[in-house]
């Protein structure tokens, strides 16, 4: 089944080169079924790029997907086009008073900062406020989710002794049994790209969290609410085989003299294709998200969605 996205959405064009059944708003207004809906917050510089990488986690289930972009009003985007945006995007204000069954929070390159120094920080407290009201289950990425875990349980985050965590790790689960990691193997594989990790000690102490998967290099990576409507995940396993390259290049030209991404390179050699083997765990962590935390709990009325402010 397809994803519904706008009809005239650049990551429409790459979706359909891949083979990937996306549907337009046009096809589907013919059709007579609820799909899920769906709102992302993308804090990501490089927001084409996020939204095609998203779209395509999103896709590979057999439900339909509506997905709505939100955008920050209090932040001025400096790496994508303000037409882009203003086509594209809504605000808080606008959706205040809908429902979604699913959220994402994405990742954003502002680690370093103490929350409170984050220019927008103030406007996604009241997101994520208003998320525990008027949606069903959201899923926050990486600094999203330092994020989420620092307003709603007031985990705290450190500073990763040694500098920056970026490469691909392996990874081990904690409860196997959980829905959310149905099918993976005993050990995967997911790209880290950050300054920070939430305090290990403080999450395994918290009763309302459950601590899924974890790697020995990168720390904790899965993390959920007791209740089922908040999941956290520290990594990028949305990330394209060349992201990764692409960052550490990025930095190369800004004098930071990053280093290479561990486990990344082929011996470590910058200059070989980067060894992909976390696609098929990384679709199937969207796919058990959608599947069993959002479509088969959510309300068919989605004015019905509860407050999960507790």
């Known amino acids: 089944m397809p994803i519904k996205i706008p009809n005239q959405l650049p990551a429409r064009s790459v979706l359909d080169s891949e083979n990937i059944f996306v549907m337009t708003e046009t096809r589907a207004m013919t059709q007579d079924i609820r799909p899920l809906k769906l709102v992302i917050l993308n ?4 927001k084409i790029v996020t939204e095609t ?6 896709s590979n289930t057999p439900l339909q997907i509506e997905v709505d972009f939100l955008g920050l009003v209090s932040h ?3 790496n994508t086009d303000r037409s882009h945006l203003e086509t594209f995007y809504c605000t808080l204000d606008e959706i205040r008073s809908k429902k979604f069954d699913g959220m994402i929070i994405t990742g954003a390159p502002v680690g370093d900062l103490p929350f409170e120094e ?6 996604l407290i009241r997101i994520m406020q208003w998320s525990r009201t008027n949606v069903h289950s959201t899923l926050h990425i990486c600094w999203g989710a330092l994020a989420g875990l620092y ?4 985990i705290p985050k450190e500073e990763i002794s040694g500098g920056k965590i970026s490469g691909v790790y392996k990874h081990t689960l904690l409860k196997p049994n959980s829905p959310w990691f149905r099918g993976f193997d005993s050990e995967f594989y997911v790209p880290h790209s950050r300054y920070f990790r939430a305090s290990e000690k403080v999450l395994f102490e918290c009763p309302e969290l ?4 974890r790697s020995d290099d990168a720390g904790i990576f899965a993390v959920k609410s007791a209740d089922n409507h908040r999941f956290f995940i520290t990594g990028h396993p949305e990330y394209d085989a060349d992201t990764l390259k692409l960052e550490y290049e990025r930095d190369l030209e800004k004098g930071l003299s990053p280093a290479v991404p561990e486990n990344y390179f082929p011996s470590d050699d910058p200059a070989k294709e980067p060894i992909v083997n976390w696609k098929a765990s990384s679709q199937l962590l969207y796919s058990n998200w959608l599947n069993y935390y959002v479509y088969q709990t959510t309300p068919y009325n989605l004015y019905q969605v509860e407050d999960y402010s507790i």
């Open 43 to 46: 804090l990501m510089p490089t």
């Open 53 to 58: 990488q998203l779209l395509r986690q999103l």
């Open 76 to 78: 001025i985007s400096k």
């Open 118 to 123: 984050v220019d927008y920080w103030a406007e």
């Open 151 to 154: 307003y709603h349980y007031g």
């Open 210 to 213: 459950e601590v899924l998967a």
